[in-house]
């Protein structure tokens, strides 16, 4: 049994890994499994850290030759998603030479870190490519471990910050056509904390979200949060709940696994 199917009644929304932004590298070859370390210089790894981003690698199955350039895309809060061009793994990026692009669909296919990345991920890809335009194929890019292995096929989508579990063709195709998504298949936002992440899909569905609160550490215990909004004061009651005993990946132990819920939510006047 595969630590996804071990997993499958473990709730996704909330286990997004937290990034405040993202810088994503053309590579071309195999990944080992921690690709980012091996293959990554240290002084690209230094200014990703100076800028607060997490890396990832990318490439694409139309990409079977090696241009003369490494594409790369930087993904923040004050730039959106822009994208240049390096001609070596060595050279780093300059966002001075960079331009917006519209979005970025990565999926994880690390297969040496999980065998369910790479079985659910490239399973996912091939039926895509199969479905779609090559226009909106482009779009789409396979990439190293995003984390959350038991929830393949996990994707991040860019600019949005959007991190995906258990993603399915049809899902996709919507997300591409509309920018939107079933909340069935939204982990969080990687901006988020995990309990902002559930917070948040919560105002998302009462469509009175406020995305310039400010994030709070979320203890590992149960605990309130208090959410001012323009009109509406908000006290979320989370508890941490145990799922197990359960894999978190194909070559781990059996353990338990805690998560956040929210488990009543009160509504008082601003």
């Known amino acids: 049994m595969t630590c996804r199917t071990e997993s499958l009644e473990l709730p996704l929304l909330g286990s997004a890994p937290f990034a405040r932004g993202w810088l994503v ?38 990409n079977k030759t090696p241009g003369k350039y490494l594409r790369y895309w930087v993904s923040e809060p004050s730039t959106g998603l822009r994208m240049g061009t390096r001609p070596c793994a060595e050279e780093l990026p300059n966002l001075d030479s960079t331009m917006p692009v519209p979005r970025l669909l990565l999926i ?18 091939t ?16 990439c190293t471990h995003l984390g959350g292995h038991r929830f393949a096929p996990t994707a991040l989508y860019l600019p949005d910050n959007l991190v995906l579990g258990r993603l399915t063709t049809d899902a996709t195709h919507t997300l591409l056509a509309t920018g939107n998504i079933d909340s069935q298949f939204v982990r ?26 400010s994030p709070r550490n979320c ?28 894999r978190k990946s194909c070559i781990g132990d059996e353990g338990m696994t805690t998560y956040f819920v929210i488990d009543r939510v009160i509504e008082m006047s601003a």
Request: glycine share 4%; proline share 4%.
């Open 25 to 62: 590298l053309e590579t071309h070859g195999t990944w080992p499994s921690r690709a980012v370390e091996a293959s990554v210089t240290p002084e690209v790894m230094a200014w990703a850290e100076h800028r607060d981003l997490k890396i990832l690698l990318a490439r694409h199955r139309n």
């Open 108 to 125: 994880c296919t690390n297969g040496k870190r999980d065998k369910c990345c790479a079985v659910e991920g490239r399973n996912l890809l």
């Open 127 to 142: 039926q895509l490519k199969a479905t779609l335009s090559e226009s909106d194929y482009s779009a789409i890019w396979e």
């Open 188 to 213: 969080g936002r990687s901006h988020e904390t995990p309990c902002l992440q559930l917070i948040n899909s919560y105002l998302d569905r009462a469509s009175l979200i406020d995305h310039n609160f």
């Open 219 to 246: 203890p590992d215990a149960d605990h309130t949060h208090d959410i001012f909004l323009e009109r509406s004061h908000y006290q979320f009651h989370i508890s941490l709940q145990e799922f197990g005993p359960a």
